[in-house]
Each structure stands twice: as C-alpha cells, then as structure tokens.
C-alpha cells in the first residue's frame, strides 16, 4: 500500500514519507513517529532496526537508506532528550552542594561553638570530680561484710600469719577487730 501524501494512521498529525516505508508489507509512516520507533543496532551490516507497526516485522536498514530530514530530526530529538536529563542531573548535583554547603556551615558553627565551651566544660567538670571525690561515702555505698564472711577472712588470715597464734586468741582477736570494724559504719 502506498499512502504516499496521505496523513500518519498513527498520529494522524503529519503527512506520510514514503521512504520510511517497510519492506515486508510497504506502509509508510510520517517522519515524527518514524524517528520514535528507530532504535540504534549494532549489527556490521546495519545501523538501525525498527518495527512495522503494521505488519509487527523488524526492519533493519543503513543511515544512507533513510531520509536525511529523519536523520536530523532522529539526533536533535535524542539531544534534547539528552540535554533535559543534563539539565536535571545538573539541577540535583547542585541541590546537593547546596545541602553539602549548608551542613559544613552547621558543623563549623558547632566546633566553634565546642571550642568557644571546651574550657569552661573543662573546669565544670574538673570542679565536680573534686567534689565527688571529696564527698564522703554514704554508708549504703560501702559494702559491708556479714559477720560470717569477716570471721573466715579474718581468722584465717591470723591463722596463717607468720606469728604462732593459738585458735582461742585469734578467736578473741576477731571479736575485737569485728567490734572495731562495726563502728566504722557508724553514722557520726
């Protein structure tokens, strides 16, 4: 069929080319949608491939085969369509500078901010370690040993000094170092 100076069945926007024509069934199509379908090959023997619309065959032909008009139209699409993605990538690359630039200046004002503090941090700090550490113990804080556990602990230990002591004076002594050892819990 040749539908040469009709208009596109597809878009029915634009008059046919009739070198855009497909060599099983021979329907042409208008240059718009025709550059729309072509996709690149990359076969030795040809440069591009497309399929009929019509009869659903691929179509695969040389640049110097297609109409020069599709050609131009063919690679000014492609380069739009190239520089729209440019120009959107550019857009967020420099939306992300901005966001980058924006928390470096955070980070600059709060390491001035911890530097402008560190010395009084420091000295806060030093003060309330002198304090802790001078406070005396609460009573509860200290463990303190059940009379059994300070008994075995103790009289072993007087037992097995170097000095001879009998078990009736190490027993004494115990007694004597457990009353002692009572009063340092006491609250003053």
């Known amino acids: 069929m040749n539908n040469d100076g009709c208009e596109c069945v597809i878009c029915l926007d634009d008059i046919v080319n009739i070198k855009n024509n497909c060599k099983i069934c021979n329907n042409s ?3 718009n949608c025709y550059f729309k379908m072509i996709d690149r090959t990359y076969d030795i023997n040809n440069d591009i491939i497309y399929t009929c619309p019509f009869c659903k065959n691929d179509n695969y032909k040389k640049w110097k085969d297609i109409d020069t008009t599709v050609i131009v139209d063919y690679f000014s699409a492609n380069e739009y369509e190239h520089k729209k993605e440019i120009i959107k990538f550019r857009n967020i690359i420099y939306d992300r500078d901005n966001e980058i630039i924006r928390l470096r200046n955070i980070i600059k004002l709060k390491k001035k901010e911890i530097d ?3 010395e009084l941090i420091d000295s806060q ?3 309330i370690n002198n304090i ?3 406070l005396p113990k609460p009573p509860e804080a200290v ?3 059940k009379y059994q556990e300070f008994y075995k602990i103790t ?3 007087l037992r097995n000094s170097e000095t001879t002591i009998s078990p009736q004076e190490a027993m004494k002594s115990v007694s004597v170092l457990w009353r002692e050892y009572k009063k340092s819990f006491e609250v003053v």
């Open 143 to 145: 463990k303190k040993l």
């Open 29 to 31: 199509i208008c240059n």
């Open 132 to 134: 802790i550490l001078n």
């Open 155 to 157: 009289y072993r230990n």
């Open 125 to 127: 700090s030093n003060i």
């Open 116 to 118: 402008e503090n560190k």
